[in-house]
């Protein structure tokens, strides 16, 4: 599957809380929100100039708006590679929940938990597709290619 499929039925079926993603959907649209958020912020920098160190950000940002646009469909396909792989679903809300922690309170320690969450759902999301069809649907790889 492509990218540009991949992306496209990401943002379509951002609201489904069943079904499978097979790993190529999740990277696909992994790469577009990663690419897409620096793009807007290379943008808004140009634009706006860049944020002073150690300043909160208080004025409207591209790259803010992208991550509103692109957050439920980042969230929704790592909770689907989590319904694919058979993995218990709350591990993927806590994760996620403890990757966004240092937006209340940015310190150290909230920042280093981030990282840590971060790095271990794109480790769980990397995993390979549970090979029969589970509690979840039937193979993504074979009903998605």
Not at 79 to 104: E, G, K, N, S, T
Request: aromatic share 14%.
């Amino acid at each position: 599957m492509g990218p540009a499929k991949s992306i496209g039925i990401c943002f379509v079926r951002f609201s489904e809380f069943s079904g499978r993603s097979t790993r190529p959907e999740y990277w696909w649209i992994f790469d577009f929100a990663a690419i897409g958020f620096f793009a807007a912020l290379f943008v808004n920098a140009t634009l706006l100039g860049p944020y002073p160190i150690g300043e909160p950000m208080i004025r409207p940002s591209i790259g803010s708006g992208f991550i509103v646009v692109t957050i439920l469909t980042i969230l929704e396909i790592g909770y689907w590679r989590l319904l694919d792989i058979d993995f218990p679903v709350w591990i993927y809300v806590a994760l996620a929940a403890a990757a966004y922690c240092q937006i209340a309170e940015p310190n150290q320690v909230a920042m280093t938990v981030s990282i840590f969450a971060s790095i271990s759902t794109i480790i769980l999301c990397a995993r390979k597709s549970h090979p029969a069809p589970n509690r979840f649907g039937p193979n993504s790889n074979e009903v998605n290619t």
